[in-house]
């Protein structure tokens, strides 16, 4: 059995034991780097960390504590194990730092069969834990590594929706709640599209100062008012070959309105205290969570912009039209934020994906993102729990206000999503599954307003 490559493992700090001698006899075959020094093990794990790494605690603790955690959480998924004098335990700070920082202990001295056993085992976990890790959920890849992380019949309509978009030039309205991903479909337009090799520049229109707006997207001449002491050139001018993406469109105040309605109709603009009109190659996606249908009849959106605008529609969905994502999400973030969190932590509990998929999710994804980051620094668990997330188990028998037949209602729309999501929209394998005729399936998809997301196989 080839085993050396595989039993590799990083020996930190003091001098050789006669017990790691023995591990590396031909019966265990282990092979350890030993290194006393923080600062070369610091470049070692930056560059190429081993699976395994042990810890000879008593001097390094001692001596540099600060520089040994920032060492170790230079790879938050390399488990260590701990090798003690059994009069150290006496120490709090060490009871601490093992319980924070290493997956096992072993005391000194060490019996070779032993401390093979918890090498081997821990060497097993890490294995376990790098495949879990390779696979935290379904992303749908792209250029330059933006990706939708998920699978459900809503995201792949949007998918859908985003390849026929790109394909073309012409004007995106981007709708959807707050924190469902605007601006990211609006990235992966731009990165399916002919231009994904030009820039990709986002403004949000509410957060730019009103009397500076016109400027900042248009540019200005030197001396056009007081203060330009020279030529600027504006963002729709530096998007020139690419992407200009306009988000909350709809605070966009009105006089800008109408420059931006001419520079749609023939792609040229005025800068601020200039003679003659430039011309520039642009892409514009703009994005709105409000009703600009709704602003149009009140006055506060010009008809005319709002109909160049609407030329192409992509829809982002809320997170509580796509549960069967959250899970997928939550790994994904998970993973993001994985140098943040405590050491211990290594996933989520149960309860905790059950609780998730039961929130309403009024922030939608970044609500999710928010949520996730905090319960991994604050957890103290090796799994984050409902309250670590900041969330309430929900009883749906005794929330006031919520009726069984609105439970039932909401347990039969799941099934009928997930059922057809696991077999990729086919109406009729769905149907066997959940048990049910394919009439009645149809039933239940119009029911739940599910037809939108539909799409049969033929």
Known sequence: MMRETSRQALLLGGQPLEGIAALSLPQYAWQFRRISCLIEAEALLTSSPPPLGVILLEGLLASAPRHLERVLNLVPDLLWVALFPPHSLQDERTVRFIARYCHACLPLPLHPDQANHVLESTLAMASLLGRADSHPGHATPSRAGVSLVGSSPAIQTLMRDIDKIAAVDAPVLITGESGTGKELTARLIHTRSARHTGPFNAVNCGALPAGLIQSELFGHERGAFTGADRRKVGI??????????????????????????????????????????????????????????????????????????NVLQARTPPLRERPEDIEQLANHFFQQFRREASRRVRGFSHDSLITMRQHAWPGNVRELINRVRRAMVMCEQRLITPDALGLERRNGLSREGVSLEQIRDGAEREAVIAALARNKQQVLHAARELGVSRATLYRLIEKHHLHRTLEERA
């Open 236 to 309: 729709i001018e530096s998007t020139s070959g690419g992407t200009l993406f306009l988000d909350e469109i709809g605070d966009l105040p009105l006089e800008l309105q109408v420059n931006l309605l001419r520079f749609l109709e023939d792609h040229r603009f005025l800068r601020l205290g200039a003679q003659r009109e430039s011309e520039v190659d642009v892409r514009v996606l703009a994005a709105t969570h409000v009703d600009l249908e709704g602003a149009v009849r009140e006055g506060r959106f010009r008809e005319d912009l709002y109909h160049r605008l």
